[in-house]
């Protein structure tokens, strides 16, 4: 079962206060890059904010990430990470938000996913990281 650190549910918590206070509005892309760098891409994050106008906060259900491909044992850890959250669709830019590093770096990882992967596009990424 996936679960998350002591460090990590301090976080979310952090993370729901916020999204909490932004009723109504739009959520900032940085409180979004948080949530889906939580749990450092090993785990899957759904976020339910309609729940926020019948409870009072948004429903979050955290479960294991979908099978990564054969290739991804070739990726080092942070490797991992980029390319699930290239596969949940962040850009870069969220993506180094959510894992505290630069955009180049990111770049940088991505293009080793694509190389290491045999893959021609981020598209290609998303595709064979839920089907493993």
Do not use: Y
Not at 3 to 10: F, G, I, N, S, V
Not at 89 to 95: E, M, P
Not at 96 to 111: E, P, Q
């Amino acid at each position: 079962m996936a679960r998350l650190t002591d460090a990590e549910l301090a976080d979310l918590r952090d993370i729901l206060k916020q999204l909490t206070a932004t009723r109504g509005q739009q959520v900032p892309r940085a409180v979004l890059a948080r949530l889906a760098g939580l749990g450092q891409g090993r785990l899957g994050l759904t976020l339910d904010l309609q729940a926020l106008d019948s409870l009072g906060a948004p429903v979050v259900i955290v479960r294991p990430p979908d099978r990564a491909p054969a290739w991804a044992a070739a990726l080092t850890p942070r490797e991992r990470e980029v390319a699930s959250l290239v596969a949940a669709g962040l850009r870069n830019k969220d993506i180094a938000l959510a894992l505290g590093i630069s955009v180049g770096t990111v770049k940088d990882h991505v293009h080793r996913v694509l190389v290491k992967s045999g893959l021609d596009s981020r598209a290609g990424v998303g595709r064979e990281w839920g089907e493993g």
